[in-house]
């Protein structure tokens, strides 16, 4: 199911980046894709704020990111912003990834991402010499 949900993103953001929606707009059919898009979306919200693709299991940065790119490139208001926010700012990124989908998200939410955690996680990782 999983590579189901990625595969319909990646159609999302390939007609996104194909400027495809001019196409779509207007059709009876389009705007009845888009709404069920955007209710699909907004269902994998969790408590948190946060979003999953995958019902059932704790919110994740990445899933966060694409579900708010989501909304944003359908004109969809996000819902629980706060929460959202405050999700986004109470994560603690183990990754490079991670600190840029949180950073990406904030920023959708017009947010300021936190420019030193990055540092001080770039920082903290090993030297490798050789």
Not at 29 to 51: F, H, M, P, T
Not at 58 to 79: E, R
């Amino acid at each position: 199911m999983a590579s189901t949900q990625h595969k319909t993103f990646g159609w999302i953001m390939g007609l996104h980046k194909a400027e495809r929606f001019t196409i779509l707009e207007g059709s009876q059919s389009a705007d009845l894709w888009v709404r069920r898009v955007i209710k699909y979306v907004v269902s994998r919200q969790n408590e948190d704020g946060g979003y999953t693709f995958c019902q059932g299991i704790d919110s994740n940065a990445q899933d966060t990111y694409y579900g708010l790119t989501i909304l944003d490139l359908l004109g969809s208001p996000f819902p629980n912003i706060e929460k959202t926010v405050e999700w986004l700012r109470g994560f603690v990124p183990d990754s490079l990834y991670s600190h840029y989908y949180v950073a990406k998200a904030l920023e959708l939410c017009g947010e300021e991402p936190n420019k030193e955690h990055l540092r001080k996680f770039i920082l903290s990782l090993p030297i490798i010499r050789g």
